[in-house]
């Protein structure tokens, strides 16, 4: 089953902050946050694994609840670096959310 | 460290006809995975391999896509023949640990753009 993310797409002013949501309708252990900007191949980012083990990357953080089946990414103080495409994965990152587009201006 | 690299990095062809694209992963890395990323989607995995041997080729359509990871390094998608359909940038990752660990971090090469007229 994919996951689905929320929103679709976001438009953020430098340092405004932004939250982006993912999730899915099976049991969870593991999500894996990537960012694709435009033209290029997904980054990692972060995994988020059931019992709360997370690694965080520059002012982006995530969270994991295992009851409601969602991870929710967090970038604080946006920098026009974090335009981009962000897909969550599940089942060990092998299904892909169809993507939140983040668009930051100056 | 040198990443994953693929080739060709663009190719236009022809419904029917046939194409090839090769993937080279990262040093080391035993687990492969060819994606298909249709235009404003995420990627969509087609196959996996552990080493030389597939863990997932479910999604793989099998009457026309074939991979093969000879010796347990580089790896080769082939689309015979291609459909309209099929137009999408496939993108090759390794990950240095085994296919059914939550620490795959993957890395992912340039991708292939393929057109389909």
């Known amino acids: 089953q994919q996951p689905v993310q929320s929103p679709q797409a976001v438009i953020l002013r430098e340092g405004e902050d932004a939250v982006i949501n993912c999730s899915s309708s099976k049991a969870l252990y593991s999500v894996h946050w990537y960012r694709q900007k435009h033209g290029e191949a997904p980054v990692f980012l972060m995994i988020l694994l059931k019992g709360g083990e997370q690694k965080g990357h520059d002012k982006i953080s995530a969270s994991f609840n295992e009851k409601k089946q969602q991870s929710s990414l967090y970038l604080t103080a946006s920098q026009l670096s974090y335009s981009g495409t962000y897909f969550c994965g599940t089942e060990d990152a092998l299904i892909f959310g169809k993507g939140t587009t983040l668009s930051v201006s100056s | 460290e040198a990443g994953v690299a693929q080739s060709p990095r663009y190719k236009i062809i022809e419904k029917r006809q046939s194409v090839a694209f090769w993937c080279n992963p990262i040093s080391g890395h035993a687990t492969l995975y060819w994606y298909q990323q249709i235009l404003g989607q995420g990627p969509k995995l087609l196959i996996q391999?552990?080493?030389?041997?597939?863990?997932?080729d479910s999604q793989l359509p099998k009457d026309r896509f074939s991979a093969e990871r000879l010796k347990g390094v580089d790896s080769t998608l082939k689309i015979q023949p291609a459909k309209l359909e099929d137009s999408a940038v496939y993108l090759c990752?390794?990950?240095?640990?085994?296919?059914?660990?939550?620490?795959?971090?993957?890395?992912f090469g340039p991708g292939t753009r393929l057109t389909v007229l």
């Open positions: 990752a390794s990950s240095l640990v085994g296919w059914n660990s939550p620490h795959n971090e993957q890395f």
């Open positions: 391999f552990q080493n030389n041997g597939v863990v997932d």
